[in-house]
């Protein structure tokens, strides 16, 4: 029965749901699997496989699933207010008490708060309102934002011309001109040459220099960047990388834009990037760990002395959305930063299972296809590469990361590929069984992948492995 269900679901799936980032070609010949429950670090699909979900749904299930408080907390907020927007002079106490959460937990100076629905509304707002705060400033030519390759800041048409994921561009003409432009990011693996990671640190927070220098500092507005980049490869910065960046941008007046939608609400060890990096940020870009998914909310922290020009010259603020500082979304993000907090996730990250789930993980770099284990707290990235010594990639066309993603999925392991990297965002809750039986999933299906690549190489007499 179950089976005649899912091919239901996925026959009707086919016929009129359009997928993001997917070949729809592949949908078809491939085939997807049918998700219809989860609990804790677990999914179930629909023909009863249980799945550890090594990416917590998209970076963003921190508090892991099946959390009971969370319902009953969205039902209350729906029977007692279920709608009502912030337009208007009007405001709900959800919104205020969200508000003054963030206030408590963010780094100084942000402690002002406007709310959106996804990441990337929330970085289409920011780049509204960097050129906003240099218009009220008189200073109308500093527009441009510099932003790193390989970064990821959304998909809207402003936030996917910010992001340096170029393959993001072609189809719709991107990046648009006039947002962006884009600089080397702290990838020590694949650029930083016989440089200490130390020294590359430098070397890449210099190239903002470089740059702004180029252009001129009157026509830069904002850099932004990932404390640890996400869906680009978890590129972790070299320790001398953000303070580099900090003085680039007080030296020559460029706001700081720190994207915490991955990082945020316990990631790396502390409630936010920003914090765990030092990093001095004017404008923060959250969304993903502020509800751990259970509801789309996202939203921008903003600094005294912008939130302060806004709202002493800035006259009406012609921004908004219909869903910004939803009732029942602020409710149910409440509860999830409470439940943070109860359980003290953060320090959980930072003091046990974070090093533990490094120190595991660290173990890999021992295989014959690992090239490199980077990380910090719940986020890694394993890349692989064809030699070791060298740090030679392979070629596009072998899909090694790709590959050994499908082999895990099918295998009971939810992880992601980019390039020749794949990544991991387990929820905060994972436990060190839990973490044991990643790892030792992973280490097979490179074996897997080793073994047939060895198969397929020139020469080699044994059939190919499925």
């Not at 430098?202 to 740059?211: G, Y």
Request: glycine share 10%.
């Amino acid at each position: 029965m179950r089976g005649n269900q899912t091919g239901d679901w996925l026959e009707r799936d086919l016929k009129h749901h359009l997928h993001p980032f997917s070949d729809g070609r592949e949908l078809r010949e491939l085939g997807m699997r049918v998700i219809t429950r989860a609990d804790g670090v677990y999914l179930t699909d629909s023909e009863n496989n249980r799945i550890l979900d090594g990416m917590a749904g998209l970076w963003c299930v921190n508090i892991g699933y099946g959390r009971d408080e969370i319902a009953e907390a969205a039902a209350r907020q729906l029977q007692e207010l279920p709608y009502y927007n912030t337009f208007f002079r009007t405001t709900t106490p959800p919104v205020i008490d969200l508000a003054t959460r963030l206030s408590e937990i963010t780094p100084e100076p942000i402690n002002h708060f406007f709310f959106t629905n996804s990441g990337s509304e929330a970085n289409d707002t920011i780049i509204k309102l960097v050129r906003y705060y240099w218009n009220l400033r008189g200073k109308r030519s500093k527009k441009i934002i510099v932003a790193r390759d390989y970064a990821y800041h959304g998909v809207t048409m402003a936030s996917a011309s910010l992001s340096g994921l170029t393959d993001m561009h072609p189809q719709s003409d991107l990046p648009l001109p006039g947002i962006a432009t884009h600089i080397e990011g702290p990838y020590w693996f694949r650029h930083g040459g016989d440089l200490t990671p130390e020294e590359y640190g430098i070397k890449a927070a210099r190239a903002l220099e470089e740059k702004i220098l180029e252009l001129g500092a009157d026509n830069v507005g904002a850099f932004i960047g990932e404390p640890v980049y996400g869906a680009g490869g978890v590129m972790v910065p070299p320790s001398t990388y953000w303070p580099e960046i900090n003085r680039i941008c007080r030296q020559y007046d460029v706001l700081l834009i720190a994207d915490e939608v991955v990082c945020g609400f316990g990631r790396t060890g502390n409630w936010f990037g920003s914090q765990t990096y030092g990093i001095e940020p004017d404008l923060m870009a959250f969304a993903k760990g502020l509800s751990s998914g259970y509801a789309p909310i996202a939203g921008v922290g903003v600094s005294d002395e912008i939130a302060g020009l806004l709202l002493d010259e800035g006259g009406e603020w012609v921004h908004g959305f219909t869903y910004s500082g939803h009732p029942l979304t602020c409710a149910i993000a409440l509860k999830n930063l409470e439940i943070i907090t109860r359980e003290d996730l953060v320090g959980r990250v930072r003091d046990d299972i974070g090093p533990y789930f490094q120190g595991r993980m660290g173990e890999l770099r021992d295989h014959p296809l690992v090239g490199e284990v980077r990380g910090v707290g719940l986020l890694a990235a394993v890349e692989l590469v064809a030699d070791k010594a060298s740090r030679r990639a392979f070629p596009e066309e072998a899909g090694v990361a790709r590959r050994a993603r499908e082999y895990a999925f099918a295998n009971g392991l939810v992880m992601r590929a980019v390039r020749d990297c794949n990544m991991f965002s387990p929820p905060l809750t994972i436990s060190r069984e839990q973490v044991d039986d990643l790892v030792g999933i992973v280490s097979r299906c490179y074996d897997r992948v080793l073994a047939k690549l060895e198969s397929d190489a020139p020469g080699h007499d044994s059939a190919a492995l499925p």
